[in-house]
C-alpha cells in the first residue's frame, strides 16, 4: 500500500543522513522506479526533503536527518499527516506510527497535525450506487480544509439547488469525499449542517475559533449524515426471503439497499430492501422472481402480480 511506504520512506529519512533510491528500493522491497515516484510524492505532499545528483548523491531531510521531525514547518506538518490520515486507506500499523510521529513533533506544531490526520473523511460510493468512482476536488476545497485544520470560523457564500444564494458564518468541522461530491461538515446556530463544496461561492475565514463539540467524531457524525439521507431517499422498506444462490445477486443490486437477516426454516433468508416507490421497487426486483419472494406490503405484491401478468401478455 502506498500510504505505508511513504510513511516508511520518511521514517528512513529520519534513521539516516543520506539514502538513494536503490537503497530505498531494497529496504521496501520495491523497484527503484517506485521508490523515486514514492520520494517525489513526500517533496510534492510539502516533506522537506532535496535530492543531490552525482557521485554520492541521493536523498536528504533538509537540515540533516532528525529523529524528532523539527525540520518540518508547520505545513509541512499538516501535509504529512493528510498523506496517511483518516482519509486514506491507512492500515492500523501506519495509524499508529503516526500517533507516534505526532510525539515527536515540536509542540506548536501537534495540534494542528492531529487536526489535519482527522478532518477528512472519503467516502467513495455515489448515494444510491456500489461502484467506486473519481473525483476532482473542486475550488474552495483547500481553503475550507485550512479552516478545518486551524480551527477557524469562515464566512460561507453557498448557492442553493433552487441557484438561491446566502451567506452565513459557519464553524467547519470537518471534510467529506462522497464519489465525486465534497461535503463541508459544519455547525451554524440551528446545528449541524451539510454543505456541498461545489456550490459554494465564497469561503472567508473570519479569524474566530470554531466552536467544536466535544465527543465530535468526523466519520461517525458523516455515517450519521448518509444513513439519514440514505433514508430519506429510499423511504419504502419491503419485506423478503431469498433463496441462499440468489444472495450475490442481490447484493450486487442493491449495494447498501440491502439488509440481510437470518434464516427460515425452508433454508431462505430474510432480507429488507429500500426502494424509492412500490412500482419502481417492484420492477426492479421482477427479474429475482426465481430465487426471490416478496411477503409485504401487499402493494408491491400487488404490482409484481401486474408485471408478471403484462410478461404473460406480451411473451407467453
Request: aromatic content about 6%; some cysteine; hydrophobic content about 40%.
Amino acid at each position: 500500500m502506498r500510504t505505508d511506504r511513504l510513511v516508511a520512506v520518511l521514517l528512513l529519512l529520519q534513521r539516516r543522513e543520506q539514502v538513494t533510491a536503490a537503497e530505498v528500493a531494497r529496504e521496501l522491497e520495491v523497484s527503484e522506479r517506485t521508490a523515486r515516484r514514492d520520494l517525489d510524492a513526500l517533496a510534492m505532499a510539502g516533506v522537506p526533503v532535496y535530492s543531490t545528483q552525482g557521485r554520492g548523491g541521493g536523498w536528504r531531510l533538509v537540515g540533516g536527518a532528525r529523529t524528532d521531525l523539527s525540520g518540518l514547518t508547520a505545513s509541512e506538518a499538516r501535509a504529512l499527516f493528510l498523506v496517511a490520515g483518516q482519509a486514506s486507506a491507512a492500515t492500523p500499523a501506519v495509524k499508529a506510527a503516526l500517533r507516534k510521529l505526532v510525539q515527536a513533533l515540536p509542540e506548536p506544531f501537534r495540534a494542528q497535525a492531529e487536526a489535519a490526520a482527522s478532518s477528512l473523511v472519503t467516502d467513495p460510493r455515489r448515494w444510491g450506487a456500489s461502484r467506486v468512482v473519481e473525483h476532482r476536488p473542486p475550488r474552495f476545497l483547500d481553503a475550507l480544509q485550512d479552516a478545518v485544520i486551524r480551527g477557524v470560523q469562515v464566512r460561507l457564500g453557498y448557492v442553493d439547488r433552487e441557484g438561491a444564494e446566502t451567506r452565513r458564518t459557519v464553524h467547519p468541522l470537518g471534510i467529506v469525499a462522497k464519489g465525486p461530491s465534497w461535503y463541508l461538515v459544519a455547525t451554524v446556530e440551528a446545528g449541524r449542517r451539510t454543505f456541498r463544496i461545489d456550490r459554494v461561492s465564497s469561503a472567508d475565514p473570519t479569524g474566530d475559533p470554531v466552536h467544536r463539540p466535544e465527543d465530535f467524531d468526523l466519520a461517525e457524525s458523516w455515517r450519521e449524515i448518509a444513513d439519514e439521507v440514505d433514508r430519506r431517499r429510499t423511504p419504502l422498506e419491503i419485506q423478503a426471503v431469498c433463496a441462499p444462490h440468489g444472495m450475490y445477486l442481490l447484493r450486487m443490486m442493491l449495494g447498501d439497499r440491502l439488509e440481510v437477516g437470518g434464516s427460515t426454516t425452508d433454508g431462505r433468508v430474510e432480507v429488507v430492501i429500500r426502494g424509492h416507490n412500490e412500482y419502481a421497487l417492484a420492477g426492479e426486483l421482477a427479474g429475482l422472481v426465481e430465487w426471490l419472494e416478496v411477503t409485504g406490503p401487499a402493494g408491491v405484491r400487488d404490482h409484481l402480480a401486474s408485471i408478471g401478468g403484462a410478461l404473460v401478455g406480451r411473451y407467453g
